[in-house]
């Protein structure tokens, strides 16, 4: 029997196969219907529940512990409003984030558009996600010595060029996925059919594109937004909300529930536009074509 | 390896053909310097710095090589052991967590909103502060907080496990959570990728999981997996909110190095270890664009 070769004995002996088949398929099966979404769903529930017990200490009396209590309160938020250099804060990070916005949008769009036209699109695409492959902190600080070998101060300008370095890929990436989904036939067809190549782009290509743009637009908002390790090392006289959050994290002092209050408020606000560019990237997209797309 | 290699062929053909090929248009071209000015000039004086001298009121121009022999110097050799011995464990544990329960919603949950949903779970936290979402671990895991009195209600301990903050163990527990999406989202997209009939040919030649796994998932799903690999690794190298917040001092790790050296103005020592912790990362990404299953993704990326 041991001189035949495994096929034979494969149909001479169908339960031994059969059975060695379903105990590998069983063990399989466990692992595939069974740990993986187990695994999934405890390790998303680990991702949310900080996310969740941070908006439920924000509005408690005693948010000390991380057990949410009946004792509820505003007081976090109202006296968040009188709290020193808050206000200030989220006027730079605004305005910084709007800036990067438009920037990363603006170029990404250019950019993707053109991405056909690169011959080594693989090795071009590594160049954009760059920033991406290098630690945060060693980027903050690669910057530092940049700039003062450029003799550029540090401020407003230097965390602005961190932080576009850092949307930028993201944004990228975001394009990328409406621009793979363009039908060039389209455009083709609209220049067959007379059209200039104005009219071609406006009435054809960026409506098509906008949904990109947008999300671009958002991605790069939100990243500059929350962006902590790069700014650190050239913020010179800047105070971003995440810098100065992490200050107040880091001083383990009693305004903590304050800072709890202040991030709850920008993470509802964050996740509001994260659905947004979510819902204007991947709307109306299978599962298939979301893999292929992105 | 059908979808792939036809993938490659098909590309050689193109080349081979003598198709036309394009010119990079202009916003290609002018991105490209402005990149080079903007990312990598940086890079490259880092790795210049590191051969400069040190001297009492900043840098000198002058060639040394003593920021590189004090890389160990003071305990740094073992923070940067420490860190990568952390970072690589996470980035393992990870990958083990992640690799099943992306099959799983790759290949088994047939509903696409379920699909959408849970990656959007899993990818919208990346775009909120990772402060906030670590904050609040300092006070969930104290001594009085809702682990160790909820563990205590139960009767499960006597007395609270204090090594929950400020020890190495809080560095993984903070980790763990945040850098879960990032090994997550690609390794899925490779997963779903992949053609079904190749798992359920592997199953009716009589493969087992081993077979469908070793041969099958992670030889196609290799791209997602190096990308998964490289996306959580490199943040964590760099990650200093963890380490701050729940490390408490206690836990030196390579972001805490940095810092202080930067702060005394100690930046040819900072470049050099900048330049060990870009290094290593660099030589994995070299590793990923010369590997045939990553240019054959990228050639996937382009129809």
């Given at each position: 029997?041991?001189?035949?070769?495994?096929?034979?004995?494969a149909?001479v002996?169908?339960?031994g196969?059969?059975?060695?088949?379903?105990?590998a398929s069983?063990?399989?099966?466990?692992?595939?219907?069974?740990?993986?979404?187990?695994?999934?769903?405890?390790?998303?529930?680990?991702?949310?529940?900080?996310?969740?017990?941070?908006?439920l200490?924000?509005i408690n009396k005693?948010?000390f512990?991380g057990?949410?209590?009946?004792?509820l309160?505003s007081?976090?938020y109202?006296?968040?409003?009188s709290?020193?250099?808050?206000?200030?804060?989220?006027?730079?990070?605004?305005?910084i984030?709007?800036?990067i916005?438009?920037?990363v949008?603006?170029?990404?769009?250019?950019v993707a558009?053109?991405?056909?036209?690169?011959r080594?699109r693989g090795?071009?695409?590594?160049y954009?996600?760059?920033?991406v492959f290098v630690?945060?902190?060693v980027f903050?600080?690669?910057?530092?010595?940049?700039?003062?070998?450029?003799?550029i101060?540090?401020?407003?300008?230097t965390?602005a060029?961190?932080?576009?370095?850092?949307?930028l890929p993201?944004?990228?990436?975001?394009m990328?996925?409406?621009t793979s989904?363009?039908?060039?036939?389209?455009l083709?067809a609209?220049a067959d059919l007379?059209?200039?190549?104005?009219?071609v782009?406006?009435?054809?290509e960026?409506?098509?594109l906008?949904?990109?743009?947008?999300?671009?637009?958002?991605?790069g908002f939100?990243?500059?937004?929350?962006?902590?390790?790069?700014?650190?090392?050239?913020?010179g006289?800047?105070v971003?909300?995440?810098?100065?959050?992490?200050?107040?994290?880091?001083s383990?002092t009693?305004?903590?529930?304050l800072?709890?209050?202040?991030?709850?408020?920008?993470m509802?606000?964050?996740?509001a536009?994260?659905g947004v560019?979510y819902w204007l990237?991947?709307?109306?997209?299978s599962?298939?074509r979301?893999g292929?797309?992105? | 390896?059908?979808?792939?290699?036809?993938?490659?062929s098909?590309a050689?053909t193109?080349?081979?053909?003598?198709?036309?090929?394009?010119?990079?248009?202009i916003?290609?071209?002018?991105?490209?310097?402005f990149?080079?000015?903007?990312?990598?000039?940086?890079l490259?004086?880092?790795l210049i710095?590191?051969f400069?001298?040190?001297?009492?009121?900043?840098?000198?121009?002058?060639?040394?090589?003593?920021a590189?022999s004090?890389?160990?110097?003071?305990?740094?050799g073992?923070t940067?052991?420490r860190?990568?011995?952390?970072?690589?464990t996470?980035?393992l544990i990870?990958f083990v967590?992640?690799f099943?329960?992306?099959y799983w919603l790759?290949?088994?949950?047939?509903s696409?909103?379920l699909n959408?949903?849970?990656?959007?779970l899993?990818?919208?936290?990346?775009?909120?502060?990772?402060?906030s979402?670590?904050?609040?671990?300092?006070?969930v895991?104290?001594?009085?907080?809702?682990?160790n009195?909820?563990?205590?209600?139960i009767?499960?301990?006597?007395?609270?496990?204090?090594?929950?903050l400020?020890?190495?163990?809080s560095?993984?527990?903070g980790?763990l959570?945040i850098?879960?999406?990032t090994?997550?989202?690609p390794?899925?997209?490779?997963l779903?990728l992949?053609?079904?009939?190749y798992?359920e040919?592997?199953?009716?030649?009589?493969?087992s999981?081993?077979?469908?796994?070793?041969?099958?998932?992670l030889p196609l799903?290799?791209?997602?997996?190096?990308?998964g690999?490289?996306?959580?690794?490199?943040?964590?190298?760099?990650?200093?909110?963890?380490?701050g917040?729940?490390?408490?001092g206690q836990?030196?790790?390579m972001s805490?190095t940095?810092q202080?050296?930067?702060?005394?103005?100690q930046?040819?020592?900072?470049?050099?270890i900048?330049?060990v912790i870009?290094?290593?990362v660099?030589v994995?990404?070299l590793?990923?664009?010369?590997s045939?299953?990553l240019?054959?993704g990228?050639?996937d990326?382009?129809?």
């Open positions: 029997m041991s001189s035949q070769p495994a096929v034979v004995s149909l002996q169908p339960s196969i059969r059975g060695r088949l379903s105990r069983s063990a399989f099966e466990w692992i595939a219907t069974r740990l993986g979404p187990i695994l999934l769903f405890a390790f998303i529930f680990w991702i949310w529940f900080p996310i969740v017990d941070l908006a200490m924000s005693e948010p512990r057990i949410p209590n009946g004792s309160t007081g976090w109202r006296s968040l409003f709290a020193m250099g808050v206000t200030s804060a989220v006027r730079t990070s605004a305005l984030a709007l800036v916005g438009v920037l949008a603006a170029i990404s769009f250019t558009r053109k991405f056909g036209t690169v080594h090795v071009f695409l590594v954009v996600l760059l920033p630690p945060g902190l903050g600080f690669a910057v530092l010595i940049y700039s003062a070998q450029l003799g101060s540090l401020g407003n300008t965390v060029a961190v932080h576009l370095a850092w949307a993201f944004g990228f990436l975001a990328l996925i409406a989904r363009l039908d060039l036939r389209l083709e609209a007379g059209a200039t190549r104005w009219q782009f406006r009435d054809i960026f409506p098509l906008r949904p990109g743009l947008v999300s671009a637009l958002l991605f939100l990243l500059s937004f929350n962006e902590l390790v790069r700014s650190i090392f050239v913020s006289q800047t971003t909300l995440p810098l100065y959050m992490w200050a107040q994290n880091s383990h009693s305004t903590v529930p800072v709890y209050a202040l991030e709850t408020l920008i509802l606000g964050s996740l536009l994260i560019a990237l991947f709307r109306g997209a599962v298939s979301l292929r797309n992105v | 390896m059908g979808a792939l290699q036809v993938g490659v098909t050689e193109q080349r081979g053909a003598g198709v036309k090929i394009r010119r990079p248009a916003p290609i071209v002018i991105f490209t310097v990149w080079a000015a903007l990312v990598v000039t940086p490259v004086l880092t710095y590191s400069l001298r040190q001297g009492e009121l900043g840098i000198e121009w002058h060639f040394s090589t003593s590189w004090g890389l160990t110097a003071f305990g740094r073992a940067l052991v860190t990568f011995r952390i970072a690589i996470v980035t990870e967590v992640a099943p329960a992306a790759a290949k088994r949950v047939r696409t909103a959408v949903g849970v990656l959007a899993l990818t919208a936290p990346f775009f909120l502060s990772e402060d979402r670590t904050v609040v671990w300092t006070s895991y104290s001594n009085d907080g809702l682990v009195s909820g563990l205590e209600k009767g499960l301990i006597h007395g609270p496990i204090s090594s929950l400020f020890t190495e163990t560095i993984y527990l980790l959570p850098y879960f999406g090994m997550f989202f390794i899925w997209m490779s779903v992949i053609d079904d009939e798992i040919a592997t199953r009716d030649l009589g493969g999981y081993f077979d469908l796994v070793k041969d099958v998932l799903a290799a791209p997602g997996i190096i990308a690999f490289i996306f959580t690794l490199v943040p964590i190298l760099g990650d200093n909110v963890v380490s917040l729940l490390g408490g836990v030196v790790l805490d940095v202080s050296l930067v702060y005394n103005f930046y040819t020592e900072t470049a050099a900048s330049i870009t290094g290593v660099a994995l990404l590793v990923l664009m010369r045939r299953a240019r054959a990228f050639v990326l382009r129809r």
